[in-house]
């Protein structure tokens, strides 16, 4: 069966599991992204819409992020709230059921797990598994499935599905923007979509104390310039001294990208003990295998890890990968 059929069938199954389902958790990982929250919100909306009785959690602790507020986030309830059992537990843009945190807890109440995602890191877990690396978003894949459900989409919908689309694509820049990409946007817009009213929020409005933050992690920027890395550290006390939430800092790794000398770009935010890094990269490196050495992953260009250890460590062990 050739690569295209594969994806086809894989969409089908999925589309049926959902269709067979009277109710639903959709879930994205902790501190969930544009992408994770676009694409759960997106099924639980057009799901109620279709009769389902569906809602979204994520693992705790979970603060709503500033930037998403304008979403229609409705079917959110937090994990201990979430009505069980469920015919359906459904976990969006998570590489590893590790990456649920608490919410996977709920799998337990599910009469099957279905997973949507598209890291080439992805493992496989659960009962079906609809995973396409080549996807630009999860996002794009619900979208697939919206449509392969035959439901309706609204604007709540289409905006949930646009801001997978523009987060996880990097405003449309990054290498992974197709023709189907443009296309899809194209129908979101048509369906409600207000690019310029996503972006603002997205993009160009954030507290007062994120200028604060900015200016202390820029200030503390280093670069390899042998091994093309700039890098910098957030430290909690930065974020609480200047008033804003740490998921009001996530933005901050983009700031420290775009030097030109930046073949991979880092950022390490410390929190009582533990270090999560950052990394991005111009294409020529692989960050998911660097991640992957802290047990984390993602992408080629862009991905995550957790570190049990201080910030100048685990700098250590990226030169090393590099």
Partial sequence: MNEVSDERQTLQQAAAVIEAAGSFVAVGHIRPDGDAMGAALALALTGRRAGKTAHVTFGEPFVMPSQFRFLDASPYLPVDEVPVPL????????????????????????????????????????????????????????????????????????????????????????????????????????????????????????????????????????????????????????????????EDTDGLIDLIRIAEEAGVACLLKVHDGVTKGSLRSRGAIDVAAIAATFGGGGHHNASGFTFEGGPEAAIEMILGQL
């Fill in 87 to 246: 015919d359906l537990f459904i976990a969006c843009d998570t590489a590893a059921e590790s990456r649920l945190g608490s919410a996977a807890a709920l799998t337990k109440h599910a009469g099957k797990v279905l997973v949507i995602d598209h890291h080439i890191s992805n493992g496989g877990f659960g009962d079906v598994r609809y995973i396409d690396s080549t996807a630009a978003a999860t996002a794009e894949m619900v979208y697939r499935l919206i449509r392969e459900l035959g439901w309706e989409i609204t604007p709540e919908v289409a905006t949930a599905l646009y801001v997978g689309l523009v987060t996880d694509t990097g405003r449309f820049q990054y290498s992974v923007t197709t023709p189907a990409v443009h296309r899809i946007t194209a129908e979101l817009i048509e369906a409600g979509v207000q690019p310029d009213v996503v972006g603002r929020q997205l993009y160009e409005e954030s507290p007062f104390g994120y200028l604060e933050v900015a200016g202390r992690v820029l200030g503390r920027c280093r670069l390899d310039a042998e091994k093309s890395l700039v890098w910098s550290v957030m430290y909690v006390d930065d974020a609480t001294d200047a008033g804003v939430s740490l």
